[in-house]
């Protein structure tokens, strides 16, 4: 080969690793530019992924609290319907103990002429419990009768009849006819006038444990 040619293809060399640097240098620039817009999308994806992870998070957080708060509520209302239910359970306790006590005859007699008060008619009938009737039923209807005429200005004739329902205390006073019947047992009572002493006892009980609270 001749000087000349040797020359020429130097050149030719030259040029061809000037051109392969060039390509080499623009694809570097190429794949920084991938990498960097690459990792720029990932970060971008990572930074709303948090701020998902976050929104979500903040959302179980809510929705926890406010299961709790509604669970701390249903046990307050449970706990507040189990002390007024213990108030009715002590005051049945202590009407069973009357029923012992030496005024409970008096109870039965005013209990017997409210129930008159409110029916018609003279002959009645008197439903004790057994060990009531033994221990008061041979002069009880005179009693009674003599506190009906006394207090209501009515003549009432009253004989005792079969044994009353197993009860704490009190009777049932039974027309004649047996079509008027007043339930005047401790536990019908209390059952009959639960609904409007429910409230004010749990007033007093809730209003009661605020106050002693606030000292």
């Not at 020359?7 to 040029?15: K, Q, S, T, V």
């Not at 998902?52 to 701390?72: C, F, I, N, T, Y």
């Not at 005051?91 to 008159?116: F, K, S």
């Not at 209807?141 to 009253?158: C, D, G, N, T």
Request: with cysteine.
């Amino acid at each position: 080969m001749s000087k000349q040619e040797d020359i020429l293809a130097g050149e030719i060399l030259a040029d061809a690793d000037k051109r392969a640097g060039r390509a080499l240098q623009r694809a570097e620039r190429e794949a920084k530019k991938i990498l960097a817009d690459a990792r720029k999308e990932a970060e971008q994806a990572l930074a709303k992924a948090l701020n998902e992870a976050g929104r979500l998070v903040e959302r179980m957080r809510h929705v926890a609290r406010a299961r709790v708060e509604q669970d701390v509520q249903a046990l307050h209302r449970q706990a507040q319907a189990d002390a007024v239910l213990a108030v009715r359970a002590l005051a049945l306790d202590r009407l069973r103990a009357l029923a012992g006590a030496d005024e409970y005859r008096q109870v039965l007699v005013n209990l017997a002429v409210l129930a008159i008060g409110a029916m018609t008619g003279e002959d009645f009938e008197l439903l004790l419990r057994e060990e009531d009737e033994a221990r008061f039923g041979t002069d009880l209807p005179a009693l009674i009768a003599a506190e009906v005429r006394a207090r209501l200005s009515r003549e009432a004739r009253l004989s005792l009849g079969p044994a009353a329902k197993d009860s704490c205390g009190g009777l049932i006073v039974r027309g004649a006819a047996g079509r008027q019947v007043a339930d005047q047992t401790f536990e019908a009572r209390i059952e009959r006038l639960w609904e409007e002493l429910r409230e004010p006892v749990a007033a007093m009980l809730f209003d009661a444990d605020r106050a002693h609270q606030a000292t």
